[in-house]
């Protein structure tokens, strides 16, 4: 199986159904192989005092977190349309719960795994409930050094869950390319000896790209329909032109990692000749003459004798006569 992408669409709907299907579209069209939402009750999510993050006061202006986020709810009602529209188009629906009354919807739809956001990893109730429904978790890790990580995995093997991959992820938004540490990746699939992908907040799509190259198996990227649309996320997401550029760079870079063998590709055996050298006559030898470095040198075509015989040929006679830049025959 090749890099799985998910398309974060979260809460770029606005609070509304109908964009939400949009999303859907757009994502199927950029060829990913699953699309994310958000669900949860404001209620159950933050409390009135709860206070914005500086990207969303950049980006909704000054508020509480409850106001905000009470403007972007979407019902269970159309979630589960949404699942439904998603199975018709033919992607994957996925969303991430942010409440217990979400995770109890959400496993009654029977999603294919769950998708720990990097704000619950410290959640313990939080994962203990995704672990005993049993599904397979992936989890983001943002704000996280590995203590943390590792805690969290335990608490999920201990109850119940079995199959865990783990995303590398910064929850800046946008994320500073000097803030990104791609190669924590690898750190933490050499310490928990687990799947490794990441989760992208930057501008642009290079580094999710340049993840896929260092062994991310798991691409997660936020996009819109349009960035300049009102709401928290929309700036740091991709365009839905943006987003097919992403998919298909990463298939590329998923194509050209290869198999790691170091052997003339197909495509490149027939250069060989054309490329390469051989040993021919410096000038005309008469048959039974002593090959020397006199008589013989090296040119294209690499279809002869190869240079690196040369020592092998030197000081031996001349089979028959050979005219300038004949190819020398043993």
Request: charged share 25%; glycine share 6%.
């Amino acid at each position: 199986m090749g890099v799985y992408i998910i398309a974060e669409a979260g809460v770029n709907h606005n609070g509304s159904f109908e964009l939400a299907c949009k999303l859907v579209d757009a994502a199927k069209t950029a060829g990913v192989d699953c699309i994310k939402f958000q669900t949860f009750k404001s209620k159950n999510l933050v409390s009135r005092n709860a206070q914005k993050a500086d990207y969303q006061k950049k980006t909704t202006g000054e508020g509480s977190q409850i106001d905000m986020l009470k403007k972007i709810e979407l019902s269970f009602d159309e979630f589960l349309a949404l699942r439904e529209y998603c199975n018709e188009v033919g992607i994957c629906f996925l969303s991430t719960p942010f409440d217990f009354e979400s995770i109890d919807f959400l496993n009654s739809i029977d999603m294919p795994f769950w998708k720990i956001p990097s704000g619950e990893i410290t959640n313990y109730p939080y994962l203990v409930a995704l672990a005993r429904t049993g599904k397979p978790v992936v989890m983001s890790t943002g704000m996280c050094d590995i203590k943390e990580i590792r805690a969290a995995i335990n608490v999920l093997n201990a109850n119940g869950t079995k199959e865990i991959k783990l995303l590398h992820c910064n929850t800046e938004y946008p994320t500073p390319f000097e803030d990104v540490n791609l190669r924590a990746m690898q750190t933490m699939r050499e310490t928990f000896n687990l799947e490794v992908g990441y989760s992208d907040h930057t501008k642009g799509m290079e580094v999710p790209v340049a993840a896929v190259a260092l062994g991310a198996t798991i691409i997660e990227k936020h996009f819109t329909l349009d960035k300049n649309m009102e709401g928290p996320d929309h700036k740091a997401s991709l365009e839905p032109n943006e987003l097919a550029a992403m998919v298909s760079s990463i298939r590329n870079i998923e194509q050209a990692l290869g198999s790691g063998d170091k052997t003339p590709s197909p495509s490149e055996k027939k250069n060989i000749p054309i490329a390469r050298k051989s040993i021919v006559a410096k000038k005309y030898i008469k048959a039974g003459e002593e090959l020397s470095e006199d008589n013989i040198t090296v040119k294209r075509p690499g279809c002869g004798i190869s240079p690196m015989r040369w020592l092998d040929v030197l000081g031996t006679k001349a089979i028959r006569d050979f005219e300038e830049d004949e190819l020398i025959e043993l």
